[in-house]
């Protein structure tokens, strides 16, 4: 199957620090990148869409100042988390989408922990 | 609103069959997905359901129902590693994933 990588897949800063992820699909063009965030025992929450070329969706809640979003090719999205607080620590999750089969779907990346100290 | 409603946990014993139900509401669809995602790891997509009907793959089987906004996905021969979470997702009109909490399957020997 299709492969999202993620870079990197674990990270720690200090508070107030940024800190810049990485979303690349492998073997397949995504003008659509998802982003998402996990907290612990809890649902993936779509933060925001990435296409290529645009600017981003943000969900509603989600800070897009906070939250630097760019789709810079058809097989990177970058998600940079400014100044970012121990609030933030999550697991932050990349998704793309396939439209190239038959039938499209979305493949994750592996993910990335962050830990904000 | 958009709701997807699953069990929060599920607990199956090695060997046998489970089945985890999925009822949705949202506006529009564009095709049911179920995802396995073991503990402090991303998703990993299992199946696609767009018609009505069953799909069989392997140990795994996913039955839609669009008329009931329900599906369900069965795995047969329970193995250990099959404790995990399973996620119903259902890609709406604007081809977004609306999420369910995911129901926790536990496996015992």
């Known amino acids: 199957g299709a492969v999202v990588s993620q870079h990197p897949s674990r990270v720690i800063c200090k508070s107030g620090t940024s800190v810049k992820i990485e979303c690349r699909s492998l073997?397949?063009?995504?003008?659509?990148m998802f982003w998402y965030r996990q907290f612990p025992k809890q649902s993936l929450m779509l933060m925001a869409t990435?296409?290529?070329?645009?600017?981003?969706?943000?969900e509603q809640g989600v800070e897009k100042d906070k939250f630097l979003i760019n789709h810079a090719s058809l097989t990177l999205s970058t998600l940079t988390v400014t100044s970012a607080h121990p609030e933030d620590s999550s697991f932050y999750i990349c998704?793309?989408?396939?439209?190239?089969?038959?039938?499209?779907?979305?493949?994750f990346g592996p993910g990335t922990r962050l830990l904000v100290l | 609103g958009q709701n997807i409603d699953q069990p929060t946990e599920m607990t199956a014993t090695e060997g046998a069959i489970v089945q985890i139900n999925c009822t949705y509401q949202?506006?529009?669809?564009?095709?049911l997905f179920w995802y396995q995602q073991h503990a402090g790891e991303a998703p990993t997509f299992l199946s696609y359901?767009?018609l009505d009907g069953l799909e069989e793959k392997g140990r795994f089987s996913s039955f839609l129902s669009r008329s009931k906004g329900y599906s369900y996905l069965l795995l047969k021969e329970l193995q250990m590693k099959d404790s995990a979470s399973y996620l119903c997702?259902?890609?709406?009109?604007?081809?977004?994933?609306?999420w369910g909490a995911g129901t926790k399957l536990i496996i015992k020997p």
């Open positions: 998704s793309a989408r396939d439209i190239s089969g038959e039938q499209e779907t979305q493949y």
């Open positions: 073997d397949f063009q995504a003008t659509t």
């Open positions: 990435s296409n290529e070329g645009s600017k981003a969706t943000y």
């Open positions: 949202t506006s529009g669809f564009n095709g």
């Open positions: 359901n767009v």
């Open positions: 997702a259902v890609m709406d009109s604007n081809y977004q994933l609306i």
